[in-house]
Nanobody
Framework: QVQLVESGGGLVQAGDSLRLSCAAS????????MGWFRQAPGKEREFVAG????????YYGDSVKGRFTISRDNAKNTVHLQMNSLNAEDTAVYFC????????????????WGQGTQVTVSS
């Protein structure tokens, strides 16, 4: 089993920045993919960012490309999501997820999920 705990959410104003963190514990060596997803009220879950551990390339959703950056600290089993130039459309619950294998952008391929952290951007 893998446990994921997100932190760093909060209420900010449009144009501000936030940094989310995801701490992984348990059988983390089994993970090959890490990702961030978000879900706003009344909307489907949306891919935000992710990476494959064996590949330095990071992947981003179209709506966040150029504003968000995903990074990893392998020594601490932690993944971060730096979010800049936030706007009201970024308001959502943000989830960290891990997969043993699969497609980075596809939420159904992920095996483990955190409880989520709320990000609210006021305009």
């Amino acid at each position: 089993q893998v446990q994921l705990v997100e932190s760093g959410g909060g209420l900010v104003q449009a144009g501000d920045s936030l940094r989310l963190s995801c701490a992984a514990s348990g059988r983390t060596f089994s993970n090959s993919i890490m990702g961030w997803f978000r879900q706003a009220p009344g909307k489907e879950r949306e891919f935000v960012a992710g990476f494959v551990y064996s590949n330095p390339t990071a992947y981003y959703g179209d709506s966040v490309k150029g504003r968000f950056t995903i990074s990893r600290d392998n020594a601490k089993n932690t993944v971060h999501l730096q979010m800049n130039s936030l706007n009201a459309e970024d308001t959502a619950v943000y989830f960290c997820a891990a997969a043993r294998a699969g497609r980075v952008r596809v939420d159904d391929d992920y095996d483990y999920w955190g409880q989520g952290t709320q990000v609210t951007v006021s305009s």
